[in-house]
């Protein structure tokens, strides 16, 4: 099944129609599901498109503007006062409110750096000081043309074009500085109480690369100091734990350029995270009695158009490889590289009869699928191009769906624990009886009898649901699964979707008791999302610091001399053998710099020896993120490190 974790609204550059695109495209589909993905990718066209050239607001999106815009964009009138204050020659170009604070666009031939922004804050700070009212006046289109032109600024004169004609031409004026702009502001330069300027960067005009180079100055502005040193905060922690940077110091994956983009290569750390994922998952659906199967990463054409992916899809899925056959009267074969593995799963299904006995099936495969996403979004682990899930598909009968959905949604919550996931919501979406046959497969009896199941589980469960009407999947309704990170990150980590009628496309049958044949419904479910980023996303939520199952480096042993040297070998060698990734470090810098070198490597537990400690059989003992424990018997030490990996606790 699809993988649905992604960047979180509070990451970067996302937007609501961004995750609704993304999530669209990362969902099993169907024809209707497809074009529903296929019209979000023209939204979402037109506002890459906007990225380049903000679109002027109209006077409706303006009158419902929010406070804190209002208060931002307002800000964004006082550095542009600042600024000509400073550099009375400067053009100027346009400021509007961003998600993050505000940024106005400046032409000028003193290049802007950060260096700059603490002289244009003291200009900024005299100009709240002097508490100046906005007022608004307005002025006749040749009015303002030739107040622009008089002043130079030419891009004003230009920006008048894209007042509509019944608009008034509006300008709002601060003290000295006059700008053209619809609003709304707040009261007073006074009421800006709290910003930053934040970085400048190029910026074409109107976002054209055949226009001249701006300079942007990007700030943010807040209510008050605490909310605006609170969100410093979060940034600069955001910052700490974003998982390239760590990812790069603890050598965890890498991209290369002739490999390709969106294509993670996994160093040995790294590999090591994948593999214990994988082990876990293998654990745990071993138990839940999965079966696990194998598949290829190509597929011909013929069984995405089975499936529907074919045409609907297309545009997520890598071009096809054409082969021709030896025989020149055959057809050219058509060979797709796998975007999700229901296709194949459904396959295996079919690949032999099967009978009531067998149900429920659960097939599972850490598989690996090839989405084609724009050069353009790829972001670290977050959107990659190729991605290894861990899918399933459970195949059953409609008097097993309850209990089966029951497991799944057990082994989420189990998921959660083991990685300390404490803050989580659950969205539960349904059909909605009208659109039966259009937007829904037409099965209302299904619809409703899942539904309840599906209710009545997440109600038992406790675990908090929102449900939403009219927003299921074309095949049956779903559940969202958003986790947040420790730093409060918000990040939707899979789905759980029934299907009903993809089983059917693929004529998927079973025996039933009475010799007849019947179609299963489907669970698709994939807890862990995609190795790339559950990865991306385990590494900010844990900033690094993996628990001790987890941890690439799991132990380092470090003896204070020579006479040492022996003992901690003795000691490696045992935690060998029990499979623990334990290190030696024998260099001969002083043993408060391996202390701080191991810290830094992000190692989890380190374990001293000195002379002491070998002649009573001990070992001491310094935890990431606990310091110094003590000194404690071998024996003892080796058994809790055991069982805290074995339990995967801690
Ligand atoms: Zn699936
Ligand atoms: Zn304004």
């Keep these: 099944m699809a993988p649905t974790t992604r960047p979180s609204s509070s990451g970067p550059k996302t937007n609501r129609h961004e995750l609704l695109f993304a999530f669209a495209r990362q969902t099993p589909n169907l024809r209707p599901l497809c074009a529903a993905a296929k019209r979000l990718s023209a939204t979402h066209k037109r506002m890459e498109s906007a990225k380049h050239d903000v679109e002027r607001k109209t006077l409706e999106q303006r009158h419902q503007m929010s406070d804190l815009d209002r208060l931002r964009h307002s800000c964004a009138h006082v550095l542009a006062t600042a600024v000509l204050r400073l550099w009375p020659e400067a053009k100027l170009d346009i400021g509007p409110p961003t998600a993050e604070g505000f940024y106005y666009d400046f032409d ?26 906005f007022e608004r006046s307005t002025k006749t289109r040749d009015e303002a043309k030739a107040f622009f032109e008089e002043r130079g600024q030419s891009f004003k004169v230009e920006r008048l074009a894209d007042i509509p004609e019944d608009e008034e031409i509006s300008f709002y004026q601060n003290g000295e500085f006059v700008d053209l702009c619809a609003g709304p502001h707040v009261m007073r330069t006074g009421n800006v109480k709290a910003y930053k300027l934040l970085r400048v960067a190029a910026a074409y005009y109107r976002g054209n690369e055949k226009n001249p180079q701006l300079q942007r100055i990007y700030g943010t502005a807040f209510p008050n100091k605490t909310k605006l040193n609170e969100w410093l905060e979060a940034q600069e922690e955001a910052r700490k734990r974003d998982h390239r940077k760590i990812g790069r110091e603890m050598q965890l994956f890498a991209f290369d350029d002739d490999v390709g983009p969106g294509l ?6 790294g590999t090591v995270l994948i593999e214990e994922l994988e082990k876990l998952a293998k654990e745990t659906e071993f138990e839940a009695g999965y079966d696990r199967v194998r598949t290829p990463h190509l597929a011909r054409e013929s069984l995405y158009k089975i499936s529907g992916h074919l045409p609907y899809y297309a545009e997520s899925m890598f071009p096809p490889m054409e082969l ?16 999700m593995n229901c296709p194949h799963h459904h396959k295996i299904f079919s690949a ?38 861990n899918d399933a598909h459970i195949y059953c009968t409609p008097e097993q769906f309850a209990d089966e959905f029951r497991a799944v949604n057990e082994m989420y919550l189990k998921y959660f624990k083991i990685f300390g996931f404490e803050k989580f919501s659950m969205r539960f979406s349904t059909h909605s009886a009208e659109r039966l046959g259009d937007k829904y497969v037409g099965e209302p009896e299904l619809w409703l009898q899942t539904e309840d199941m599906v209710r009545k589980v997440l109600v038992e469960s406790g675990v ?58 489907c669970i698709h479910r994939a807890p862990l999302g995609t190795h790339e980023r559950f990865i991306g996303f385990l590494i900010e939520h844990y900033a690094g610091n993996f628990p001790l199952w987890l941890a690439p480096e799991q132990v380092r042993l470090l003896p204070f001399g020579d006479d040492q040297a022996d003992y901690a070998k003795s000691v490696v060698a045992e935690l060998r053998t029990h499979g623990v990734r334990v290190k030696l470090d024998t260099t001969s810098d002083k043993i408060g710099a391996r202390i701080r070198r191991a810290e830094t490597d992000r190692v989890h537990t380190i374990l001293l020896v000195g002379q002491r400690e070998q002649e009573v059989g001990n070992l001491a003992v310094r935890e990431h993120g606990k310091g110094d424990l003590g000194a404690k018997p071998r024996d003892e030490v080796i058994a809790n490190l055991l069982n805290k990996i074995k339990t995967r606790e801690g």
């Design 352 to 389: 032999v009869p099967r009978s009531y006995r067998e149900l429920p099936l659960r097939l599972a495969e850490y598989g690996t699928c090839y989405r084609y996403e724009r050069s353009g979004e790829l972001m670290g682990l977050m959107r990659v191009r190729s991605m290894q899930m």
């Design 264 to 269: 993670p290569l996994w160093l040995p750390k």
């Design 464 to 521: 908090d649901f929102v449900e939403v009407a009219d927003e299921a999947a074309f095949y049956g309704p779903k559940i969202d699964v958003q986790v947040y990170s420790i730093s409060g990150r918000e990040f939707t980590i899979a789905t759980n979707q029934v299907d009903f009628a993809v089983p059917k496309r693929f004529g998927l049958e079973f025996k039933t008791r009475d010799n007849t044949t019947e179609t299963p419904l």
């Design 108 to 133: 000028l031939e003193h290049r802007f750096s950060p260096e700059d922004f603490e002289a244009i804050e003291a200009e900024m700070k005299k100009v709240t000081k002097e508490n100046q009212t």
């Design 324 to 339: 021709k056959d030896d025989d020149p009267d055959k057809p050219t074969d058509r060979i797709y590289l796998k975007a």
